[in-house]
């Protein structure tokens, strides 16, 4: 898989072989999505110090950069954000909705899939974070 980051740059899940890789599917108009990618870019901090790598991937095929990158700025999020324009990424994760977690693990291999926006952000967390420590201590 391989995409445009947002801001520039390549994006190739190659590169990141040996890391555990989270991805985010998300969209400027789902508004489940901003209290989910909140919960994402706060766990994403307290993994900085392991070998987890933390993307969102936006699945706004028509949307303007401006209008992705003003949502990720509104939204205060930190992490980096994968523009998969031709919806390639998401169809090869299987995003029909969003928000979707996907964690994968260091060999390339999907280890969770989870559509998320309707549990407490708690709720959430916890379950994301039992995905990555799941693949982490395998």
């Known amino acids: 898989i391989a995409s445009t980051l947002l801001g520039g740059g390549e ?4 590169s990141l072989r040996g890391k555990v890789v989270v991805l985010q599917f998300w969209s400027t108009s789902c ?9 994402f870019d706060a766990v994403s901090r307290e993994y900085k110090d392991r070998a987890v790598a933390f993307f969102g991937v936006n699945q706004d095929p028509g949307a303007a950069t401006e ?6 700025a509104k939204w205060a999020l930190s992490v980096r954000h994968i523009m998969d324009r031709g919806a390639t990424t998401g169809a090869a994760y299987g ?5 979707l977690t996907v964690v994968i693990d260091a060999e ?11 549990a407490s952000a708690e709720q959430e967390a916890a379950a994301l974070r039992s995905a990555i420590d799941s693949v982490l201590n395998k």
């Open 11 to 14: 994006f190739a899940l190659s």
């Open 67 to 72: 209008k992705i990158r003003a949502s990720a």
């Open 31 to 39: 508004q489940p999505c901003q209290s989910s990618l909140a919960v």
């Open 108 to 118: 390339g291999v999907v280890r969770s899939a989870r559509v998320g926006g309707g």
């Open 95 to 99: 995003a029909a909705r969003v928000p």
